[in-house]
């Protein structure tokens, strides 16, 4: 469907130029038909799969490369749900000209096709051609707004960065496959386990896989870590956050983020679950770091989208932290907080867009202005710090406390409650400046950047009331 709507979109584009409402509307439309569709295979029974190999071409399972499961429905609706607010966004954005609506709007949509393709993939080569589609489309997105040098800037860091975990990542791919002879996660997981015999190795290899495995798994986590800027690869953040146009920064934040965690999991859990004991404290350590290094940036910050970019550094280290303890229940948990993390910082990323306001001072006074936006903001900044009564952002922390825990990893959770301590400095700081004195003068945006901000706070509340529900439904096949 997604793909459906981009091939539509650049046809209207080329023959009805002059009406980039209509665009707008045609992909707007293409996405929530899309949402529907998500919704109605998770009312369905059990998963579906395709592109799948039969059992007597080659092992005693059938080895499927595209799966709709449990985990791939809740990456799915988080990606549309998202889609929706940026797509709104960019209404405002390209309301004010400069920026050429088909191929914006084709890009986008294709950068959704991918987004949504990747929690489905079940074999390497899907998955690293999924991720692909995710990020390309970005760096053309970035530089659409012409003849801005901060755009263009922050295009070619998003460019190189990218090309360079890409190739990182397809090292240690390539050599995952010289060792086990195969690309479905499947069978990786089985030879990396123990359970089934690589090729050309008379038995299993239960006990002294040789050393490039481990360079091999080093090599793919270091790939994603570029992908959801986690420390020491997360430098390019904060400057591609504030040249990017306010919706690709929006999209960078939750739709690639959670791209490259679904990614990142599927790697991890469904292919190199065997290999727990090598890539477990090297995540573990990573999302320390990551916590640590985003909230003693976003300290300093005054300008709102440096802060946000590197608030959402730190919240990767947040979402990695279940994953350094391994385990089903750990998984979900990091599922849960991305989503709750991926709600309210839409809401957040709409308000500013809305304001169009740089830097933070710029907000004094806004519940004031304009009330709805500025308990919107409020709402969505104390759930991000996790504080009643933003429900939802509590219920995220206590879910992944509560993992890291039970999975014994007690120094990390030291690390994180020390880190939520300094993070509720500046989002209390964001926060007291919305209800401090100052301009009262009336705020006028689009009515699109209120229906985003409007369709944000939604999903952001219903999330605060049911992240129960995420726990439950977000099984890996």
């Known amino acids: 469907m997604l793909a459906l709507t981009a091939a539509l979109v650049l046809l209207l584009d080329a023959f009805l130029p002059s009406r980039p409402l209509l665009s707008g509307l045609l992909t707007l439309a293409g996405v929530v038909i899309a949402a529907g569709f998500v919704v109605a295979q998770a009312l369905g029974t059990g998963s579906r799969s395709t592109f799948c190999v039969p059992r007597n071409l080659g092992g005693t399972a059938m080895t499927c490369s595209f799966v709709a499961d449990g985990f791939t429905l809740v990456f799915a609706g988080l990606v549309l749900v998202a889609a929706v607010v940026v797509v709104l966004m960019s209404m405002t954005e390209l309301a004010r000209g400069g920026i050429p609506v088909g191929e914006w709007y084709f890009l986008l949509l294709c950068t959704l096709v991918g987004a949504v393709s990747l929690p489905a993939s079940r074999d390497l080569i899907m998955l690293v051609v999924a991720l692909e589609l995710v990020s390309l489309p970005v760096f053309a997105l970035t530089a659409l707004k012409r003849y801005d040098g901060r755009s263009s800037e922050a295009a070619v860091k998003l460019f190189v960065v990218s090309v360079v975990s890409t190739a990182i990542m397809l090292f240690g791919v390539s050599l995952l496959y010289g060792i086990a002879g195969t690309v479905y996660l499947s069978r990786l997981s089985g030879v990396f386990g123990g359970q089934v015999a690589a090729p050309g190795a008379p038995e299993a290899m239960s006990e002294g896989l040789p050393a490039v495995v481990t360079v091999g798994v080093v090599l793919v986590v270091a790939g994603f870590a570029f992908k959801i800027a986690a420390v020491p690869f997360h430098a390019w953040a904060a400057d591609v956050y504030q040249g990017a146009p306010i919706p690709v920064a929006a999209l960078l934040s939750v739709i690639s983020k959670a791209s490259g965690f679904a990614g990142l999991i599927l790697v991890l859990v469904a292919a190199l679950g065997g290999q727990a004991d090598t890539w477990a ?197």
């Open 281 to 477: 404290p090297i995540v573990g350590i990573l999302a320390a770091l990551t916590m640590t290094v985003g909230n003693l940036l976003a300290m300093r910050q005054r300008s709102a989208v440096r802060l946000l970019a590197w608030s959402s550094v730190a919240q990767s280290g947040y979402i990695l932290a279940p994953l350094a303890v391994t385990g089903e229940s750990a998984v979900r948990s990091s599922i849960a907080y991305l989503v709750i993390y991926a709600a309210m910082n839409l809401g957040a990323f709409t308000v500013v867009m809305l304001v169009s306001r740089t830097e933070l001072d710029d907000y004094r006074g806004l519940v004031f202005r304009r009330p709805a936006a500025g308990l919107a903001l409020a709402f969505c900044l104390i759930c991000l710090a996790g504080l009643p009564p933003g429900l939802a952002g509590l219920f995220a922390k206590v879910f992944v406390f509560r993992e890291i825990v039970a999975g014994g990893a007690g120094w990390l959770a030291l690390v994180m409650a020390v880190n939520t301590v300094i993070g509720l400095y500046y989002y209390a700081v964001w926060t007291a400046r919305l209800f401090a004195p100052g301009e009262r003068a009336p705020l006028r945006a689009p009515a699109t950047a209120w229906y985003a901000m409007g369709v944000a706070v939604v999903a952001a509340v219903l999330f605060s009331f049911a992240p129960q529900l995420v726990l439950d439904v977000s099984s890996l096949s």
